[in-house]
């Protein structure tokens, strides 16, 4: 109750523009909870022993294997594998790639939201700062009791000024962690793609066709 009160307390002192700090905070408390939450469950899909499985098939000209495996699995690269299986007898690699992109997109969802909320927080501040300070030198003039005033001024400009910049400090950190996760997952997820392709071609030469293996799949639909 008394952690509380102080945090009331802190919030009304700060004026008016704590609201919409406290707005960018909640609003990036969300982003930051459901971006976690998207990484752990991305993260728990992920089956290395079935994906090494699968690069084994493929380069073998075992597809049949390759195949289920992405069937029965949540693993976004056996997926992707999969998606270009499907796709072989017209471009494997371009279906690949558009599948990935898709995943792509889903791992960067909502970071400019966060991105935003790391340049505004501080404005927000420093707008309570310039609100504050101008309130302060209004009352100058206005008595023997101004210096209070003029306190509870300076009191809210400082308050705003560290809001906004704590948030901003807040959400840096994790934005950047974020940022790199999506770098790493862009980078495995090309690899993946590359590697397959140069699986496919060494089954082939092999005498395995995967173009032939994806037509008799579609025809048997």
């Keep these: ?6 945090v009331l307390k802190t919030f009304h002192e700060g004026g008016w523009i704590m609201w919409p700090v406290a707005a960018t905070f909640f609003l990036a408390l969300c982003v930051l909870l459901e971006r976690s939450i998207w990484w752990i ?7 290395p022993d079935a994906q090494e499985k699968a690069r084994e098939a493929l380069g073998t000209g075992d597809f049949g294997t390759a195949w289920k495996l992405g069937q029965d699995l949540a693993d976004p690269f056996l997926h992707n594998l999969n998606e270009g299986i499907s796709h072989a007898h ?4 371009a279906a690949m790639h558009l ?37 302060s030198f209004a009352t100058l003039d206005q008595g023997l009791d101004s ?11 400082l308050i705003a000024t560290a ?59």
């Design 41 to 47: 469950s991305l993260k728990r899909s992920l089956r």
């Design 147 to 157: 210096s209070q005033k003029v306190t509870d001024g300076i009191a809210e400009a």
């Design 90 to 93: 017209t471009s494997m690699l």
């Design 99 to 135: 599948h990935a992109t898709k995943w792509i997109e889903r791992s960067e969802a909502r970071m400019w939201v966060l991105g935003t909320i790391i340049t505004l927080a501080p404005l927000l501040g420093l707008l309570g700062t310039v609100v504050g300070l101008m309130g």
């Design 163 to 221: 809001c906004g910049l704590a948030i901003a400090i807040g959400c840096l950190l994790p934005y950047n962690f974020f940022r790199k996760r999506v770098s790493v997952f862009r980078s495995s997820l090309e690899s993946w793609i590359n590697h397959a392709e140069l699986l496919v071609q060494s089954a082939k030469a092999q005498g395995h066709d995967l173009e032939v293996f994806a037509t008799e799949r579609h025809a048997k639909r």
């Design 1 to 6: 109750m008394l952690s509380a009160n102080i």
